[in-house]
Every structure is written in C-alpha cells, then in structure tokens.
C-alpha cells in the first residue's frame, strides 16, 4: 500500500473517530426536536475531511461513524441509515462542488448547495424510507399526511437550519484545521 493510501485512511480513521465522539457527546447534550431529531456537530469532521480530501473521505467518515454507532444505540439501524443517507449526501455535494472551485466563496457556494440538497435529499429520504420504517411505533405516521406534516413542519426546516449551523461553523474553523490535513505526514 502506498503512503498516499495510507495517509488517507488514516486520516480518515482519525476523522470518523472525532465524528463519533462528536455524536455520542451530541446524544447525551444535543438539543432534540420532535423527540428523534438532534442538532448535533458529529458531521464537521466529515464537511472538513471532505473539503480537505475530497468527497470519497467525507462518505467514508460519515459512513464508518454510522457504522460504529450502530452498535450503541437501539434504533435498528433506521436512525444511522437515515444520518448516512442524509448527511453523506450533504458532504458528497460540498466535496464535488469544492473539489472545482477550492475558493472561499467555493466553498460558501459548495456549503449553500450541500445544504439545499441535503434538505431536499432528507424530504424524500424520510418522507418514503425512514417514516414507513418508524410508522409502526408512531401511530401518526401511518397515513401519507401525517408524515407530509412531519416532514414539511419538522423534518425539512429542521435540516436546513441544522446545514447553515454547520456551514458557518466550517467556515470559521476549516483554514485553521485544513494544514493538518493536507500535510504529507
């Protein structure tokens, strides 16, 4: 294995570590909405290590932090494929649009569109996968307007304001981390 390969995985490995901690810290001091939704920052590592290293370093942080949480929590794996889908999506959508334009207002645009995707991407995402799968613990959710409601009042809202917050906090801290990333050891 190269030392190019090597540096990336365990950049990545560090990475998906901190997004970790950042979400088990963020179950136990997070501000929840709607009793299932949480505002939490276990994501920026995933936004910077994809500003950093491009989009397949941000998936693969989102993915293997969703992978590890599994085993902490008891959602049946409902709740990390809604997050992956979700926030992989967001950090697939800066990466691409960054990886063009490696700007500050690249990245500000590369924020904006991850945002609205990801808010699009979670409407659908829940409105046909993740809602169906809960409906059975949530007697609400068994009609097609009452998870239109959620997603529309709750869910969608909730997504946007949760992708500006993570965007303005990368904003503010990507040129201070990005050196450690992009060096060679």
Partial sequence: MSNKKTNFIAKVGMLSAAAFLLQMLGSFMG???GGFLE???SDLPAIIGTLA???????SIELIKNLIHTFMTSTGFVGELANFIVNGTFVFVVGI???YNKTKKGALIA???GTLIMTISAMFTNLYIMLPLYE???PSLKSFEGKLTLVLTLITPFNFVRGLILSVITLLIY???SPLLKSKN
């Fill in 111 to 113: 924020l904006i569109s």
């Fill in 39 to 41: 505002i939490e920052f």
């Fill in 136 to 138: 059975n613990f949530m």
């Fill in 31 to 33: 501000l929840k909405i």
């Fill in 97 to 99: 649009i960054y990886k």
């Fill in 175 to 177: 040129k201070k981390i």
């Fill in 53 to 59: 290293m491009g989009p397949l370093a941000g998936v």
